[in-house]
């Protein structure tokens, strides 16, 4: 696999989980795990080691939390693209940040998290965008909504794949302007694809602009093809 610009030295992530990633994880998931009924697929797409490009729709509140459980239990360490908006608060932000997640401000073009990204996927780091943007999808039949390019601008320039890794059930827990509804034993599925690879023509295709909406598109439709599998298969009882 060819490395970009922003790779050189293709260092794995040893030493990188810092004691609030470790924190969050015995807090956070032990409850996840325990009140949710979890159906994980191809969770073995997620690569042991080196590094990851995670896509997922984004329907719930819950979907960072089960974007998470899905890279913990394949054994390794989510980064996530997050919204700035939740670094103001100070305990999140010392958490957060002590976790490695990487700050997105909307709309202002900042390229900074795509490098800070980039970086940890030198690391060989797992690394989870949400190309719908830092929004929750707004489409009425929750399919995914028209993609950004960040992730596969990312995938371009560093030469890592991207993996989609669809998630339905937790927009009946907490969605935007809806109630939380936390019953216990509800379904939250998940579903990983095939990944997409970058290119071959090399880091510099990344400035070209209809190859990338092409590769883009073609990112969001695989994902949309994993929410409707996942959607047409989920237990009408909990919905």
Not at 86 to 107: D, K, M, S, T, Y
Not at 193 to 219: H, I, K, N
């Amino acid at each position: 696999m060819g490395r970009g610009p922003w790779i050189q030295s293709g260092r794995r992530e040893e030493g990188l989980l810092e004691p609030w990633y470790h924190v969050a994880k015995a807090v956070v998931l032990p409850p996840l795990k325990l009140w949710f009924n979890w159906r994980l697929e191809g969770v073995e797409r997620v690569p042991r080691e080196g590094p990851i490009i995670i896509v997922g729709n984004h329907l719930s509140y819950l979907d960072p939390l089960a974007h998470a459980y899905f890279v913990v239990q394949a054994g390794r360490r989510p980064r996530f693209l997050a919204k700035a908006e939740l670094f103001e608060n100070p305990f999140l932000r010392v958490v957060l940040r002590g976790a490695g997640q990487i700050p997105v401000r909307r709309g202002t073009g900042d390229q900074a998290p795509l490098e800070e990204a980039a970086r940890a996927l030198d690391r060989g780091e797992v690394v989870v965008i949400y190309p719908e943007g830092t929004s929750m999808t707004e489409n009425p039949d929750l399919s995914p909504m028209r993609g950004k390019t960040g992730a596969v601008r990312l995938s371009i320039r560093t030469g890592v794949p991207i993996l989609p890794v669809a998630t339905w059930g937790g927009q009946y827990v907490w969605r935007k302007g809806g109630p939380k509804r936390f019953t216990f034993g509800r379904p939250i599925w998940l579903k990983a694809g095939e990944p997409l690879e970058p290119p071959a023509m090399g880091p510099a295709s990344a400035q070209d602009q209809e190859l990338v909406r092409r590769l883009t598109d073609e990112l969001m439709d695989r994902l949309t093809v994993l929410v409707d599998d996942l959607r047409s298969r989920y237990p009408k009882r909990w919905a």
